[in-house]
């Protein structure tokens, strides 16, 4: 299943989620009667990625269930200080914060250059930042998860604190690399080697459970 969250699409006249506890609530809510019927796991980038950790601590907290992995991509453990800066991007002018997009590649620069496409995506990306520099989370005293956890990231994206991932988890753990910025997976070469992953990875997962 993929996720289609408020203010995006055909819930585009929806209010954008005001905290990424809210957010995690409406997912829990929508997932929990099909996480109860089979083992899942969920695959997150960049927000995604937070997304689904925070996802995951409050179906383990709440309901006692737990994905079998966390794949997470392009994205600081949630409790580096790397994730945070002095500026908030979710602040900066529209025009800064396509400065900005363009530094990260993998937005088609016509893209970045149409006003009105821009007047579409621009608020959502925004209200995403915003949740994602509001969510604190400090650094656990043991691991919060024992699911297994690997990290995806593109070599050429802005620097990632990805081995901090491994404090959140007592259960396997790995980093791939991939060539491209922080939009490496729209890269048709890198999305059959994530595909080609996740799938061995979930099969012999279940090859372990029977």
């Known amino acids: 299943y993929s ?6 699409e055909s819930r585009s006249r ?3 989620p005001h905290s990424l506890d809210q957010l995690v609530g409406e997912i829990t809510d929508v997932l929990l009667p099909f996480l109860r019927e089979k083992r899942f796991a969920f695959f997150g980038h960049s927000f995604g990625s937070l997304s689904s950790f925070a996802t995951a601590i409050r ?5 006692g269930l737990e994905p079998i992995h966390l794949f997470v991509s392009g994205a600081s453990a949630p409790h580096s200080p790397l994730r945070y800066s002095p500026q908030k991007r979710s602040e900066l002018s529209d025009e800064e914060f396509l400065k900005w997009m363009a530094s990260t590649q993998g937005t088609p620069p016509e893209l970045l250059q149409n006003k009105e496409a821009m007047q579409l995506f621009l608020p959502p990306l925004k209200a995403d930042l915003k949740l994602v520099e509001n969510f604190v989370y400090e650094k656990p005293l043991a691991p919060v998860l024992s699911c297994g956890l690997t990290c995806f990231d593109g070599t050429e ?3 990632h604190d990805l081995a901090a991932w491994k404090d959140l988890t007592s259960g396997d ?3 791939h690399m991939l060539p491209g910025g922080h939009f490496y997976l729209k890269d048709s070469t890198n999305e059959k080697s994530l595909v080609q992953y996740i799938s061995r990875y979930m099969e012999a997962a279940e090859i372990d459970y029977f």
């Not at 996720?3 to 995006?8: V, Y």
Request: aromatic share 10%; glycine share 4%.
């Open 3 to 8: 996720l289609r969250l408020p203010g995006r």
């Open 14 to 16: 929806e209010p954008f």
């Open 59 to 63: 179906l383990k907290e709440n309901h």
């Open 157 to 159: 994206d802005v620097p």
């Open 173 to 175: 753990f790995s980093i």
